[in-house]
């Protein structure tokens, strides 16, 4: 019983010497338990001040009062009441390396105290446009000619929601930034001439890149719409194909689907159409993408039906080193695309092939997007490529684009962004009252 009162009476003194405690204790503000973050104050500031450019604004306009009132007063409004500031603007001179100028400032304390932090921001001249200038491909060697199919007579397939020539305008928009010449080709006939050797406008037919817009079909001249090219269905028109890609090294570049499934001359084929309505046009089938790689290859002819693509619906993705351009380029193509036209990486194996570039992860043995080099025996040195993007229809050229970039990869340089009087820094600097 005793014990049991003792212990009664030392619960009583530890919570009575607790409670006295409480009392007296003097807990800290909320301010100094979780103090502002001045830096990060600072540059949210002044990322809002210039949401719609008015920051910038004022720091190229020193002698406007009243933008620069302005701007005190959004300032002010921006912060907490107990914070104080200081406000600089430097000009940013790179004529004799790079030196900051001062050129206005605004502050509502004399003094902000040993409690202060602040944040840099760059800001540019709106009269000012900062540009990037691509390298041209083939500037520096043989080559540098980007020709584009946009034959008024030929109908395209496995296009569906385009024209041939709005995909044609597209890719011109798109890529012509980047070659020494680029040349629409206007017609079978003008597209006979180059596969001749023939220059249309005196560029160098040598080492070009030749984009089919027309999806699964490949306009043919009227020239060759006869024998021998008309074999198997003019499978053997790819096969010559093949043979020009190889003696002039152009880089063949099919859009979406099976790579040369149908040939197409609207005067010549008027009468002939394939089987759904589109006229104009011939079937090759799979034999047109043999022969072509059997032209390729320089091999004798022996094309057959057997396929060397697979129908099989797979969803692709672009591989890390094509997404990671994505940004240089400013070309941005989902980055999950389905393919039912992917064609055979063990296949291609026996044309002397090697991949230049995945543009999509495999797929098993197929891989929907690559550039295909081709290296004759015992050569170390490509003679003729051919992208092939078995996609599923619509065709997103931006993916043709970002292919043919990755592959080249020329450079982008940048203007000078420290020009003088085209750069300025705002520094904003802030302080909590009672500090000092």
Known sequence: MIRTIEVLFVIIIISGAFIAVSFFTVLPPPSQVSPINLRRLSFTTLQTLDSSYDLSKAAFTDDDPVLWGNLQVALSASLPPNVIYNLTVYDVNSADGQVYNFSKSMSNAQSLGIT???????VASSNVSFNFTPEKIGAQGNGGTLYILNCSDANGWWITGYTAQSLAQDLYNQLSPYFVNTVMVQNTSQLGQILNGTPLQGENVQNAVVINTYGEAVPIPS?????????DSYACYSYYLGQRVNLYNWTWSSIVGYPFYYVSNTATFS????????YGMQMTGQGGSRGFLEGLNNQAYASNTNAITDSASRQVTLTQNVAGLC?????????YQTATRALSNSTLAGYNL?????????SGDYLAGAIYNHYAAGSSNISGSLLALGLTRTPDVRVTGLSLLSYYQPRLYASEYTAEGT???V???LGLLGSG
């Open 116 to 122: 202060n932090d602040a944040s840099t921001y760059a």
């Open 223 to 231: 020239a060759y719409c006869k024998a021998p090219y008309s074999t």
């Open 271 to 278: 009468g002939a159409q394939n089987s759904w309505g589109i």
């Open 327 to 335: 940004n240089y380029y400013g070309i941005y193509p989902s980055t």
């Open 354 to 362: 090697k991949v230049g570039l995945n543009i999509f992860n495999p």
């Open 423 to 425: 750069s300025r820094v």
């Open 427 to 429: 520094i904003l600097q």
